[in-house]
Every structure is written in C-alpha cells, then in structure tokens.
C-alpha cells in the first residue's frame, strides 16, 4: 500500500487484553491518482505493526457502510 496514511481514531477492540480497531484515511492507496479511502484496521494485539484485519472503504460507499452499520448494531 502506498500513499498518506493520516491516523483519525483508536480505540480498544472489546473482548481482547490488547486489541485495538484503528480508523485512518489513506490517500493513492493503490498508486498514484488512485482514489482516496477510510481504511478500518482491526488488531488483536497492541503492538502490531499491521492490522490482523482491515478494509478499505471509498468515500462514496461510506455512508452506505455506516447506515448498515447502524442496521446491524440494531439487530444485535
């Protein structure tokens, strides 16, 4: 992965010792003019250096992600 990686938010990641979730943005993910995205990272222990997980989530599918987000998080 090449480009920007600007950190946004962290926080522990529920169930584990040292797990964490990350939210950053990453500019040119993919190369040069490649369009910009939210990458959610998830580690199961704090001092990892790459996430175990992560996806990558354009600006134009964010809100989507989050309004079925909030429909998950309702049926939990």
């Known amino acids: 992965m090449s480009g920007t990686v600007t950190n946004i938010a962290e926080m522990g990641l529920s169930g584990t010792k040292e797990g964490k979730i990350t939210v950053t943005t990453v500019s040119e993910p993919y190369g040069e003019k490649s369009e910009s995205v939210a990458s959610i990272?998830?580690?199961?222990?704090?001092n990892s250096q790459e996430p175990d997980w992560k996806v990558h989530i354009p600006k134009t599918n964010i809100d989507a992600v989050i309004e079925a987000l909030e429909k998950a998080k309702k049926s939990l």
């Open 41 to 46: 990272g998830i580690s199961l222990q704090a």
